[in-house]
């Protein structure tokens, strides 16, 4: 299974500060030396992390080949069609989250998503689309001919926070699933069921499957047993252990999960 380092916390620091440092830039370096298979950021329409003067040099400069994700806004995917990258990653977006919540709905933009991704394949950018595990979408997304999806794995995530992490006893414990513990478990098997049947049912229809967000060095194990998922976008917790470990080591802890297929459950 391939591993894409998602870099964009690396700007989050940087933005705190507003200065230039630390540099995404640099971070590819240490991804590539440590074994990563790609770079992927995530231009977002306010701009909070990366910026698209790190695109462009990170497009120019990079060993690895980077997949953007963006949303369907006219102005970003101009930009991006100018830039010609390798993979484009059409994301949904709200400016209030803190993080990209939900999957994209294709269904509801089927024609402005389907002109997307014919201008994009003109240029040679494959296109995949971040998908909650819903069979409808998956179908969509094969109708509006992208290579690829990436399937949202937030939900599954998030109830193994609850579950087996102190989440609970924080101050951002998620107040939507401080539910009995049994009803928990019950969503927590749902949700990994879920994400077994869209994988399979998106290579049945041809379609590459990726999975990301929420995936930590904890959680892999039941994403791992799922054999359709060729590739895993991981960021917030390779970035986290970065802080205490450096990032090659941190990188390189994750890829060992992933190959081992030890990861705890
Ligand atoms: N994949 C997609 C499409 C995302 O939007 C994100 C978050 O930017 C990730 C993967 C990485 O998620 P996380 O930072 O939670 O690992």
Same mark, same amino acid.
């Given at each position: 299974?391939?591993?894409?380092v ?21 971070a590819i370096?240490i991804a590539k030396?440590a074994?990563a ?39 970003? =995917? ?8 390798? #993979? ?46 819903? =069979? ?8 509006? #001919? ?63 499957? $990726? ?38 080591? $941190? ?15």
């Amino acid at each position: 299974m391939l591993l894409g380092v998602n870099i964009d916390h690396i700007a989050t620091l940087r933005e705190a500060r507003a200065i230039n440092d630390p540099d995404p830039l640099e971070a590819i370096f240490i991804a590539k030396r440590a074994g990563a298979h790609q770079i992927t950021i995530h231009l977002r329409e306010d701009r909070r992390h990366i910026h698209d003067l790190d695109i462009q040099n990170i497009l120019q400069s990079s060993f690895l080949p980077v997949n953007i994700e963006c949303s369907i806004n006219p102005q970003i =995917i101009e930009s991006l069609l100018n830039l010609k990258p390798q #993979r484009i990653t059409l994301v949904p977006e709200n400016r209030e989250e803190i993080t990209t919540e939900g999957g994209l709905d294709i269904q509801a933009n089927l024609q402005r998503i389907q002109e997307i991704i014919q201008a994009f394949h003109c240029i040679g950018t494959e296109v995949s689309l971040f998908i909650d595990t819903d =069979i409808a979408q998956i179908c969509a997304a094969k109708e509006v #001919r992208a290579e690829m999806i990436e399937l949202h794995t937030g939900t599954y995530a998030n109830l193994h926070l609850m579950l087996f992490s102190n989440l609970p006893r924080t101050q951002h414990s998620l107040k939507s699933l401080e539910i009995p513990r049994a009803s928990l478990k019950e969503l927590y098997e749902k949700s990994i069921q879920d994400l077994q049947n869209a994988a399979k049912e998106a290579k049945w229809l041809g379609l590459e499957v $990726a999975a990301g967000h929420g995936l930590n060095y904890h959680n892999l194990k039941p994403i791992l047993k799922i054999p359709e998922i060729f590739e895993l976008n991981i960021g917030q917790s390779i970035i986290a252990r970065a802080i205490f470990s450096g990032l090659e080591q $941190a990188i390189k802890d994750m890829l060992t999960l992933m190959q081992n297929k030890e990861a705890k459950d």
